[in-house]
């Protein structure tokens, strides 16, 4: 019996080390957890309510796009820009959308462009692209985030 008392207190002592193990801080998770997002990629990409049935994230991309990009092309079809610019054929628009699912347009020219009155075109384009489609906003791990992107948006179909 003694023995057994003996061999206990022995295993007692050795199995202290099992619980004497390093906690990380709550910093190091943080760091550790932070370093391993993708702050590059959303989980869930922007959609209206056309695309809301697909289940695959590329094609519902690539219908968010689409849809967004005939609606900004419906909205310019009938517009001055043709007018004031015959040359102008294709424009790139830069479209921001918040977390709180509101869009912001803004035109994009190459940098060595003076041909162009950029006031005036984005004048033109702030008066024509409002009433769009309710949008939702892109997902990152449970939070709407805001993204951002360029679309082609052509003005003459010939």
């Not at 050795?14 to 590059?40: A, G």
């Not at 820009?81 to 918040?98: A, M, R």
């Not at 384009?125 to 948006?153: H, M």
Request: aromatic fraction near 12%.
């Amino acid at each position: 019996m003694k023995q057994y008392y003996l061999f206990l207190v022995f295993l007692l002592f050795n199995s202290c080390q099992y619980f004497d193990k390093q906690i990380p801080s709550e910093k190091e998770l943080l760091q550790k957890e932070l370093k391993s997002i993708n702050w590059k990629e959303v989980d869930e990409y922007p959609s209206v309510v056309d695309c809301e049935k697909i289940d695959n994230k590329a094609q519902r991309q690539q219908c968010f796009f689409e849809v967004l990009t005939q609606l900004i092309q419906e909205k310019l079809s009938v517009d001055t820009l043709s007018v004031l610019y015959p040359e102008l054929d294709t424009i790139e628009v830069k479209v921001t959308i918040f977390p709180n699912a509101t869009m912001q347009f803004e035109p994009q020219f190459p940098k060595d462009s003076v041909a162009y009155d950029r006031i005036k075109i984005d004048s033109i384009l702030k008066v024509r692209l409002v009433d769009f489609p309710k949008v939702n906003p892109a997902i990152k791990r449970g939070i709407p985030v805001k993204t951002q992107f360029i679309l082609p948006v052509i003005l003459k179909v010939e």
